[in-house]
């Protein structure tokens, strides 16, 4: 009985590690691609002086709003979440 006990607690745990490992990882690529927007944004209001910086906290917003988003690359992605919320 402890055997199977410590068993499936392990097995739990290693479960909880993995899906907060994997949480932890999204994380880091969503403010990783926020950077990317941001660095990406500011050269484009440098060279494109009527943009302006106003909104630099969206900046991947306003770079999709003007069709410069980042692309994603060939392999299959999980959705961004600003498309999950649009119809």
């Not at 909880?16 to 500011?42: I, K, M, P």
């Not at 900046?59 to 069709?67: D, I, W």
């Amino acid at each position: 009985m402890f055997l199977r006990t410590s068993g499936f607690a392990l097995v739990l745990s290693a479960f909880v590690a993995t899906l907060g490992w994997g949480y932890h990882q999204r994380q880091q690529a969503h403010a990783w691609r926020e950077q990317a927007c941001a660095y990406r944004f500011a050269d484009l209001a440098r060279r494109a002086t009527f943009l302006g910086e106003d909104n630099v906290q969206n900046a991947c917003g306003r770079l999709q709003a003007l069709g410069l988003g980042l692309r994603a690359s060939s392999v299959a992605a999980f959705p961004i979440r600003d498309q999950l919320a649009r119809p």
